[in-house]
């Protein structure tokens, strides 16, 4: 740059655009670790209410729809669910999905998928984020929540993210009383699981936890 390069408007657009990126992701981070800090001293309100999962993981699909066909990722959710009622904070319920899936979008494998199942239950509902990626390790497993953790040989450390995504939905989902887990194989992909609080505006169900169609 000091010899003219920003003479070059080649040279010019392609530094102008790693700033850009570069100032986007530090503010990505300010924002995370903010909103996990309050998350942590239980400072971040909660807005609990009754509301349609399906809508909001189909609204969830649709934002993310352009970042999917960009590594050409399939994202499967069956449209053929009646209305699922839960009660949560839909707003920070909806950045849990967008973690999940935009992880499982960042780190997975081109032409991979990434699916969602519900298994409703009595009193909960329990969703499960399924992906065919590059899987994780088990010894990674226990580490997979903590701030800033990266697993080394499956994640890109290119890909832009803050490193807080996933604790992020970890504290959303205790300030809701519930907990995550992960199942995940080399090579084969990897399970996220959650559940979440039923409303007792649903209709019937299913009592072995099989999905309703």
Same mark, same amino acid.
């Given at each position: 740059?000091?010899?003219?390069?920003?003479?070059?408007?080649?040279?010019?657009?392609?530094?102008?655009?790693?700033?850009?990126?570069?100032?986007?992701?530090?503010?990505?981070?300010?924002?995370?670790?903010?909103?996990?800090?309050?998350?942590?001293?239980?400072?971040?309100?909660?807005?609990?209410?009754?509301?349609?999962?399906?809508?909001?993981?189909?609204?969830?699909?649709?934002?993310?729809?352009?970042?999917?066909?960009?590594?050409?990722?399939?994202?499967?959710?069956?449209?053929?669910?009646?209305?699922?009622?839960?009660?949560?904070?839909?707003?920070?319920?909806?950045?849990?999905?967008?973690?999940?899936?935009?992880?499982?979008?960042?780190?997975?494998?081109? !032409?991979? =998928?990434? #699916?969602?199942?519900?298994?409703? /239950? &009595?009193?909960?509902?329990? %969703? $499960?984020?399924?992906? *065919?990626?590059? !899987?994780? =390790?088990? #010894?990674?497993?226990?580490?997979? /929540? &903590?701030?800033?953790?990266? %697993? $080394?040989?499956?994640? *890109?450390?290119?890909?832009?993210?803050?490193?807080?995504?996933?604790?992020?939905?970890?504290?959303?989902?205790?300030?809701?009383?519930?907990?995550?887990?992960?199942?995940?194989?080399?090579?084969?992909?990897?399970?996220?699981?959650?559940?979440?609080?039923?409303?007792?505006?649903?209709?019937?169900?299913?009592?072995?936890?099989?999905?309703?169609?």
């Amino acid at each position: 740059l000091l010899e003219g390069g920003l003479e070059d408007p080649n040279v010019n657009r392609s530094f102008l655009e790693r700033a850009a990126k570069a100032t986007d992701r530090m503010a990505t981070i300010l924002e995370d670790l903010d909103q996990i800090t309050k998350l942590e001293v239980d400072e971040l309100k909660m807005e609990m209410r009754s509301f349609d999962l399906v809508d909001l993981i189909s609204e969830i699909f649709e934002s993310l729809e352009l970042s999917s066909q960009t590594k050409n990722i399939k994202l499967k959710f069956d449209k053929f669910y009646a209305p699922i009622y839960v009660t949560a904070d839909r707003v920070k319920i909806g950045q849990v999905f967008t973690n999940l899936i935009g992880n499982s979008i960042a780190y997975g494998k081109e !032409g991979g =998928e990434t #699916k969602i199942n519900l298994l409703i /239950f &009595e009193s909960l509902v329990t %969703v $499960e984020v399924i992906d *065919n990626g590059p !899987g994780i =390790e088990d #010894k990674e497993i226990p580490r997979l /929540f &903590e701030r800033f953790y990266r %697993v $080394e040989k499956s994640r *890109n450390r290119n890909e832009g993210g803050s490193g807080l995504g996933l604790a992020i939905v970890k504290h959303i989902l205790e300030s809701h009383g519930q907990s995550i887990s992960v199942r995940s194989k080399i090579g084969i992909g990897s399970t996220f699981s959650f559940s979440l609080d039923k409303s007792s505006n649903n209709g019937p169900v299913s009592s072995r936890g099989i999905p309703l169609k």
